[in-house]
């Protein structure tokens, strides 16, 4: 049994679950049952630059880490695992979907996974993506994840395995691929106008990833790939004003589902907004 369980977050390149990841899970910075360590590449996967980080990580000699990155199954990515697998590290695979075709490998060598479908490519062309575009893409994608569940999905996925480690019991890892279903069904929402606008906003964004691609690896002509890959960015704006209608539809029935934590990790659950949270069973 632990006290106290140290994370190890590896960051390489960006995908909308990355921004926020070590917030969601300790949401007022007050969590007394964590520590946490954050290494990261940047914009680059190089795989020289992930070794590194990941030597540094290993360093640290975390309980578990969780990798987030664009397509797992690329070089950096895939030797940042081979260093934790090599020391015994459990680890958690948190990716877009590309990684789905290297799922059974992930299974066979003990990973955990969590897989955001919604979480889809940018359209990465010089001659469309600035810093401005890159940051309100991130925005929305970010704002889609919160309100249809994925968020929730995470958290909960990554405070099981920390309360198993607390409680001296089996590590289980997640092996999730969120899709639409399974996603709504951890959003909370409750109207099911609202459940269903969130299902709209996250199957949209589901579908930014094809036109994504398409427009960044296949269309060869600039001016039918500029104009692609800013149809892909509008599919994205568009799905995070559904999730945001949806969201605002609970607030006006003042049936908004919150779960904080406590600071020992306890997850607490509220409905009402002039309510006191009440502790969830684990």
């Known amino acids: 049994m632990l006290e106290i369980v140290k994370l190890g977050i590896l960051k390489t390149g960006c995908i909308g679950s990355a921004p926020l990841l070590e917030f969601i899970i300790n949401e007022r910075a007050e969590r007394k049952d964590i520590e946490t360590r954050i290494v990261g590449t940047g914009a680059s996967m190089d795989k020289k630059h992930c070794e590194d980080v990941a030597n540094s990580l290993i360093d640290y000699k975390p309980n578990f880490v969780i990798v987030v990155s664009p397509n797992a199954t690329l070089p950096g990515p895939t ?7 090599k020391n015994n590290i459990p680890t958690i695979v948190i990716s877009d979907t590309p990684t789905k075709k290297i799922v059974k490998n992930l299974e066979a060598a003990g990973f955990g996974y969590i897989i955001p479908e919604a979480d889809s490519m940018i359209g990465a062309r010089r001659e469309f993506l600035d810093s401005v575009e890159m940051a309100l893409f991130n925005s929305d994608v970010i704002k889609v994840l919160a309100i249809t569940g994925v968020f929730n999905l995470i958290v909960q996925s990554i405070d099981k395995v920390i309360q ?34 969130a299902m709209a906003a996250y199957e949209i964004a589901q579908r ?56 020992d990790g306890a997850k607490l659950h509220k409905t009402r907004l002039i309510e006191k949270p009440e502790k969830l069973d684990q």
């Not at 691929?177 to 459940?195: C, F, H, K, M, W």
């Open 164 to 197: 198993a480690f607390k409680n001296g019991k089996k590590i289980a890892l997640p092996k999730i691929t969120v899709n639409a279903e399974n996603s709504i069904d951890a959003s909370g929402l409750q109207n099911p106008y609202a459940r269903s606008k």
């Open 208 to 263: 930014v990833a094809s036109l994504s691609s398409k427009g960044c690896f296949v269309i060869k002509e600039w001016e039918k790939y500029t104009i692609i890959v800013a149809a892909a960015h509008e599919m994205m704006r568009s799905a995070a004003r559904l999730a945001d209608e949806a969201r605002e539809m609970e607030k006006t029935e003042d049936s908004l589902n919150r779960y904080p934590h406590r600071k």
């Open 79 to 85: 030797i940042v695992r081979d260093l934790f697998m």
